[in-house]
């Protein structure tokens, strides 16, 4: 049996999922992931996901989208998704490590790859 592989959607598509969040890869075709999530799985094109062989454990920063639906505007231009849970929480300045307001985990920011 293989490893399990990783995906997130790269840039500011919406494809009916989280961006920064990382969701386990079911399946890869040549023109496709199938991604789990939650209990269904979900298709999105191959172009469209940055695809990693461990589950990343640092926080996710990302850009606000132009179509966020349920983020706060007092947020501002980016915020932060957990690496377990997928939740989002503000960043108020570059910090280290954030702790989960639902998992409670604490883990560090991914600063490197803030687009």
């Known amino acids: 049996m293989e490893a399990p592989q990783w995906a997130r959607v790269k840039g500011d598509v919406n494809c009916s999922i989280r961006r920064g969040a990382w969701y386990q890869v079911l399946r890869l075709t040549p023109d496709a992931a199938i991604l789990e999530v939650g209990q269904r799985s979900l298709n999105i094109p191959r ?12 926080w996710s920063v990302v850009p606000r989208p132009y179509d966020a639906v349920d983020l706060p505007l007092a947020w501002g231009s980016r915020y932060a998704v957990c690496p377990t849970c997928r939740a989002r929480m503000p ?25």
Not at 48 to 55: C, E
Not at 91 to 115: I, K, M, P, Y
């Open 47 to 58: 172009e469209l996901v940055q695809i990693a062989v461990t589950r990343p454990r640092r």
């Open 91 to 115: 960043l108020n300045r570059e910090q280290v490590e954030l702790s989960c307001g639902r998992c409670g985990e604490t883990r560090a920011v991914d600063w490197s790859e803030a687009r």
